[in-house]
């Protein structure tokens, strides 16, 4: 894979060079690491994609922790302690069921903190101001990498996951709030040449093709006009 595009958020890139250079470094040795197309694994059930193979979030997911843990990053919990003094009318909350809830940073080193986001565009949104606010506050990290898919990656995934591009248009026109940290987003890609046939709808594999079934109906409209003329 690569890195087809940055996005410094709150002066990030600049704050993250100063202070984790290295860190850095080895972000972007993960990221050149890993072969997207081993996991073109996951076969679309969707009829905008029909007959073709996707990308699998779940399978990119594993590679990416088992790369970053192999270079002595952490994944990082926060336990969450709820406040019952907001309560009223004498509620009561029923009990937990599966333990106390928590909040966890994919990975985490020295005060660097990492979330790769192959999901929905809230879930990109939460990671940068919400998610990675909170982690500063409670002294974990000061600044932030979120890696997320460019616009092609993400159509050759299920319907539904966001991007690079779309994400960090919301956040220039947001600006910067006195509470965010320093973040920087990276774009990835698949490390493919792609062709003008791949850069069609999955499952169709030439344009002549496309063009041929196109235009099919209306010839064949053209001969029965004419062939009526004759008679």
């Not at 998610?131 to 990498?145: A, E, P, Q, R």
């Amino acid at each position: 894979m690569r890195i087809a595009a940055r996005y410094s958020f709150n002066n990030g890139l600049a704050e993250i060079q100063r202070r984790y250079p290295q860190l850095l470094g080895e972000i972007e040795d993960v990221i050149s690491s890993i072969d997207a197309t081993k996991y073109k694994t996951k076969k679309s059930k969707e009829k905008s994609k029909e007959f073709g193979m996707l990308f699998s979030p779940k399978g990119l997911n594993k590679a990416f922790r088992e790369k970053f843990k192999a270079c002595g990053w952490n994944t990082a919990k926060v336990r969450c302690e709820y406040s019952e003094e907001y309560y009223v009318n004498g509620y009561q909350p029923p009990k937990l069921r599966h333990g106390r809830p928590y909040r966890e940073m994919d990975f985490l080193k020295e005060r660097l903190g990492v979330e790769v986001q192959l999901g929905k565009y809230s879930f990109m949104v939460y990671n940068v101001c919400a998610k990675m606010t909170i982690f500063h506050n409670l002294g974990h990290i000061d600044c932030g990498v979120e890696i997320v898919p460019m616009h092609g990656f993400s159509k050759e995934m299920s319907t539904g996951v966001s991007y690079f591009e779309q994400f960090t248009w919301d956040l220039n026109n947001r600006g910067v709030a006195n509470i965010d940290i320093p973040v920087l987003i990276l774009g990835i890609d698949a490390d493919v040449l792609m062709t003008p046939a791949q850069e069609l709808p999955i499952g169709a594999a030439k344009s002549g093709e496309i063009l041929e079934k196109s235009q099919q109906p209306v010839e064949t409209k053209r001969r029965k006009t004419k062939n009526n003329r004759a008679r």
